[in-house]
């Protein structure tokens, strides 16, 4: 027959070890729950530090800007569209070089 010394040191064993597992648990959830509170915290923060930027004016002379920078993409395109219509594609030239080129040549003296 089993010894009842044996089978009672397997139970402290197995006692022992799930104490052991339940306080591990407790302490893995108490951890969660501050991990939980902190992740509310940090996102409320950002929330609200995302707001104060948004209510933050933007200066005049950055929507000036964005404004000419889109008439002059608009005009671009509406440009390249009618040229595209009109001219064979390998013949449009790129309209920011504004230096024309020199004639060499003429009447000889």
Do not use: C
């Not at 707001?51 to 509406?78: C, D, G, H, M, W």
């Amino acid at each position: 027959m089993a010894d009842p010394t044996v089978d009672w040191q397997a139970h402290e064993v197995i006692d022992s070890f799930i104490d052991t597992q339940k306080k591990t648990i407790a302490d893995l959830a108490a951890e969660i729950s501050v991990l939980k509170t902190k992740t509310m915290i940090l996102e409320k923060q950002l929330e609200k530090e995302r707001q104060e930027r948004e209510e933050l004016p933007v200066p005049t002379y950055f929507i000036k800007q964005a404004q000419l920078l889109k008439q002059e993409n608009e005009k671009l395109r509406s440009d390249l569209a009618y040229y595209k219509k009109h001219v064979p594609v390998s013949v449009i030239i790129n309209k920011e070089n504004k230096e024309k080129p020199t004639r060499k040549g003429g009447i000889p003296k």
